[in-house]
């Protein structure tokens, strides 16, 4: 398996502009997640899926963000406008349930200049 | 408020020695905990994952503990190498969620 997958790596772009990323999670892993890290707050949980159903997007910062996962094996994550503030490393994970660990991607670095 | 302390200075330590790093919690009744490693530019890779009714897991030179008295789990590298060098995470799974709380994190450097 090539592991969790996310596109783009690097992402620059100007703020007001909207931003999508994507990610390919591992075939057969129930849950999907989306963090976002910086150095300030850490890795911090913006959403996650079950089934491709949404179960907490507490963590999403405002109406700005939206997710979506339209079948088991792709997701979005979205930011319209984009703002300066926004810019961090994207990361998606996904993980089989119960008691195992989760697999991260590389991540997207977003910079909204 | 809810929180998870990991020591924010980097722990440096001599190769061969045991690095042990530390994660405290406060107002959260886990139902496992998780240790990850992270290398610069790269996610988050699994270790381990300990649950709340066991005191102790290993996995080849790596030993988690787990008191849920003390609120704390203590990650152990033995006979450390530089190639252990990385940011070592802790995070939470409460047991009514399956969402993955993490700690900041600790810089280990281990010199040659």
């Known amino acids: 398996d090539a592991g969790v997958i996310q596109s783009p790596r690097h992402e620059v772009t100007e703020m007001g502009q909207e931003v999508t990323l994507r990610c390919k999670p591992i075939?057969?892993?129930?849950?999907l997640f989306w963090y976002r890290q910086t150095m300030m707050r850490g890795l911090e949980l913006l959403i996650y899926?079950?089934?491709?159903?949404?179960?907490?997007d507490s963590g999403m910062p405002e109406d700005r963000f939206s997710a979506k996962m339209p079948n088991a094996s792709f997701s979005t994550l979205k930011i319209q406008p984009s703002e300066p503030r926004d810019s961090a490393v994207y990361f998606c994970?996904?993980?089989?349930?119960?008691?195992?660990?989760?697999?991260f991607g590389s991540g997207t670095r977003l910079t909204v200049v | 408020s809810q929180k998870i302390e990991q020591n924010s200075e980097a722990l440096n330590i001599q190769e061969g020695k045991t690095a042990t790093l530390t994660c405290n919690y406060t107002?959260?009744?886990?139902?496992?905990l998780q240790w990850y490693r992270q290398d610069p530019g790269r996610g988050p890779v699994f270790l381990l994952l300990?649950?709340?009714?066991?005191k102790e897991k290993r996995k080849e030179r790596l030993k988690v503990t787990f008191d849920t008295t003390l609120k704390q789990s203590l990650f152990h590298i033995t006979a450390s190498q530089p190639a252990d060098s990385a940011t070592y995470l802790c995070?939470?799974?409460?047991?009514?969620?399956?969402?993955?709380?993490f700690g900041s994190g600790t810089r280990l450097l281990v010199r040659p």
């Open positions: 995070a939470l799974t409460m047991d009514s969620s399956y969402k993955l709380i």
């Open positions: 994970a996904s993980s089989s349930g119960g008691s195992a660990g989760y697999t």
């Open positions: 075939s057969g892993h129930d849950y």
């Open positions: 300990i649950r709340e009714n066991e």
């Open positions: 107002n959260y009744s886990p139902a496992y």
């Open positions: 899926f079950n089934n491709n159903v949404p179960i907490d």
